[in-house]
């Protein structure tokens, strides 16, 4: 319920035929996930209700699950994003794949140094 109250509030405003009359500040749609699986399962939908936001050419900038719970963070995300810039996007999506390349170093590193303490033998005490 909160989901359509927000779409209300930010989206679109569309007639009973639903043709656009006034466009918000973004634009909301919903997929019923019973009649589209094959399309939920391609997107990497595991949980419901589960939040694509996608800007323009971007694409998907965020992509997550949230419970009624916690029904903030997609409150927060949209403020977050709906005047997020080409520059912004591009600065994020370098930090993420900085994160997980050095998530990949720290992982090789900790297997190395596993791999040395476990050949290394004590020295013969003189």
Known sequence: ??????????????????????????????????SNIKLCRSLGIKRLP?????????????DFSCSPKNFHTVIDKLNENVDITVEDIAF????????????????DLQLSLQGKNGTHHAQPKK
């Open 92 to 107: 994020r999506r370098d930090l993420d794949a900085g994160s997980v390349l050095l998530d990949e170093v720290v992982a």
């Open 1 to 34: 319920l909160r989901y359509k109250k927000l779409a209300l509030e930010e989206g679109d405003k569309v007639d009973c035929e639903g043709r656009s009359l006034e466009r918000g500040r973004v634009r909301f749609a919903e997929v019923e996930f019973n």
């Open 50 to 62: 589960h939040i694509h936001m996608y800007k323009g050419s971007q694409g998907r900038i965020e």
